[in-house]
DNA sequence: CTCCTAACCGAACGGTGTTAGGTTATCTAA
DNA sequence: TTAGATAACCTAACACCGTTCGGTTAGGAG
């Protein structure tokens, strides 16, 4: 073999995520990845066929996190979730790709098997399949949605930007140091209320 | 006053939001955008002041249309089901400026305002301010993950690329025809039951 | 020692958002 | 009627982007 290579498809996707955790999914480029890696941006094209592969790349090695074993059990309730916090909580972990991964996860491999089995767990568990397709696409929605306009990305430091103008809001949770707590809190707040909701469902 | 202008904001902001519905987010540039107005692209910088800012602005647009007025009778049920309907319909019109939506919606004031006034009459409804904080979260997270990771632009028209490899999802009723009404019915299926979780909630 | 070949580089192409400075057309004031 | 003011638009350029083509280089195989 010529030359040892300084180059692979992990070391430039793990560059890649660390960027974009960092600068952002903008500030991301071929140039400043290849430059953070010692190289040229020309070079990375013997390893990525194009940035837009490398992102889903990027994409499925996170959504390989995601659990979704609790379906295992039997007990629809708790697959959901379980999944559901496993899922948010990998999203949570680089909320720059977000929105990335919000887009299309119906064509990503990764993301089809968990559904599967999500499907199948419901289905399990009586739903019929096209509930199972609302419920599961519901869980989507809430594990995206709270990934995506949470608050901890959301709200300005400065409180008084908040304070005359909108009275039911200028309160100290609003605060960027509590948001990430709060965000969490609310997560689990739409994820109980939304199963209970569909317990309560099966049962009339 | 020199020349009668053939531009302006509200005309910028029309043919922006039309570019983006039809060739997607990435699909607008200010050159195209200029040429589609009869115009070059330096021109556009006296009308905006920066393309970004131009999406804010159809962002705040679009905004405008969400109907938070089912709060007024006191009932904070309906007013959360109105609410969430008519945001969602807001962003259905315009699926392809979600994702720039979903970024930051508490920086924009027609989103703080609407929130104002969630949060208000959740108040009066009888939950405290922090609950009712984490409600209006939930909403957002069930309307913007609704109106970003939808199935109508999810799956693939080709049926049998789901077939043998998912068993659980080779279904009809993945199939972009009636993935919009699925959709639709998932958003109503997730609504519901988190209302009817939160109410249930409110009676322990 | 030579050849082969994979890994990397330099330079370029067409595209992007944005800006500085110049032109043009119309309205106002003398 | 004409001169000036000025808003509206344009030309040209900058720095960056993703991507490709053709070349160079380093190291193992014969």
């Known amino acids: 073999m010529p030359r040892s290579p300084i180059l692979s498809a992990s070391r430039i996707r793990t560059a890649a995520l660390h960027i974009i955790d960092r600068d952002g999914l903008d500030g991301l480029s071929?140039?400043?990845?290849?430059?953070?890696?010692?190289?040229?941006?020309?070079s990375l094209y013997g390893h990525v066929s194009t940035k837009d592969d490398l992102l889903h790349e990027v994409a499925a090695q996170i959504l390989e996190q995601v659990d979704v074993s609790g379906f295992e059990g039997g007990d629809w309730r708790y697959g959901l979730l379980s999944c559901a916090r496993s899922y948010r909580a990998a999203l949570?972990?680089?909320?720059?790709?977000?929105?990335?991964?919000?887009?299309?996860?119906?064509?990503r491999e990764a993301s089809l098997r968990r559904l599967d089995v999500v499907h199948g767990g419901l289905v399990a568990g009586g739903w019929s399949r096209r509930e199972a397709t609302m419920i599961a696409a519901s869980l989507l929605y809430l594990v995206f949605g709270a990934a995506l306009s949470s608050f901890s990305s959301g709200f300005s430091e400065d409180q008084t930007f908040?304070?005359?103008?909108?009275?039911?809001?200028?309160?100290?949770h609003l605060l960027p140091s509590v948001a990430r707590?709060?965000?969490h809190d609310s997560f689990e707040l739409a994820l109980e209320a939304f199963v209970t909701g569909l317990a309560a469902r099966v049962r009339s």
Do not use: T
């Open 181 to 183: 707590e709060l965000d």
């Open 162 to 172: 908040y304070r005359d103008r909108y009275p039911n809001l200028d309160k100290a």
């Open 30 to 42: 071929m140039r400043k990845l290849a430059s953070e890696l010692g190289v040229q941006a020309a």
């Open 92 to 107: 949570a972990a680089h909320p720059n790709i977000v929105p990335f991964l919000a887009y299309g996860p119906a064509h």
